[in-house]
């Protein structure tokens, strides 16, 4: 049982390349999260589903992307990545709704220049 | 005004002693509320829920003030593994999962 897994670990991009984060997750969770943690601010909230084939807005969503296509997999995309996405990237999961625990992953730093 | 506000810290209390901070939310419809512990370049972890009758675990109480919105964290005889971050997560609903910046406690030999 891995819990929450995230790829890649680290990565570097240059300002308009895109990429795409994966989290997956082995504990048949209907909801999962995407996070970025920044100094000072905290987690906040980019996209989350609720389900698999689901995805809704969080409360940075700008120029990032999501889908669910299988429910242990979610997926985050920047199509054209800026220097302000220079961020620590966390997906989580949970049972059910935002009352219950959220497992994370180990993180994703990204850089981008 | 921030919804879920914290003192950043950093708290740098001896081995042994008390430590206690506290989360102030601003949603009054708030209905679930969490402390959660990182360790420094690590995942969020789950430390403890808070519930209204409050709750304890160990070296660790957590409290509830409905009335006057806030959550508290109390540590008796504090370990050098205490060292952390602590976050306070207030949860009205999957799309108002706030968390706040994190206390940060240093303990110190």
């Known amino acids: 049982n891995a819990g929450v897994t995230q790829t890649p670990k680290f990565r570097v991009l240059k300002t308009g390349q895109s990429m795409t984060l994966l989290c997956a997750q082995d504990?048949?969770?209907?909801?999962m999260y995407w996070y970025r943690q920044d100094p000072g601010m905290g987690l906040r909230l980019i996209h989350y589903?609720?389900?698999?084939?689901?995805?809704a807005k969080g409360e940075v969503p700008d120029g990032y992307n999501v889908s669910r296509l299988k429910k242990q997999n979610f997926l985050l995309g920047l199509e054209s990545a800026a220097p302000s996405q220079t961020s620590v990237y966390f997906c989580?999961?949970?049972?059910?709704?935002?009352?219950?625990?959220?497992?994370f992953g180990p993180g994703t730093r990204l850089l981008v220049l | 005004r921030k919804e879920v506000e914290q003192d950043p810290g950093p708290f740098n209390v001896p081995e042994g002693a008390t430590v206690a901070f506290n989360c102030t939310y601003s949603?009054?419809?708030?209905?679930?509320f969490f402390w959660y512990r990182q360790d420094c370049r690590k995942e969020p972890k789950l430390l403890m829920s808070?519930?209204?009758s409050g709750n304890e675990d160990g070296r660790f109480t957590a409290q509830l003030n409905r009335a006057s919105q806030y959550i508290s964290l109390l540590i008796r005889d504090s370990k050098l593994s205490d060292s952390a971050t602590y976050l306070c997560?207030?949860?009205?609903?999957?799309?108002?999962?706030?968390f706040g910046s994190g206390t940060r406690l240093s303990i110190r030999p």
């Open positions: 504990m048949n969770h209907e909801y």
């Open positions: 949603n009054s419809a708030s209905q679930s």
């Open positions: 997560v207030v949860n009205g609903s999957a799309s108002k999962i706030i």
């Open positions: 989580a999961s949970s049972y059910s709704q935002g009352g219950e625990t959220q497992y």
């Open positions: 808070v519930y209204s």
């Open positions: 589903s609720v389900g698999e084939g689901t995805t």
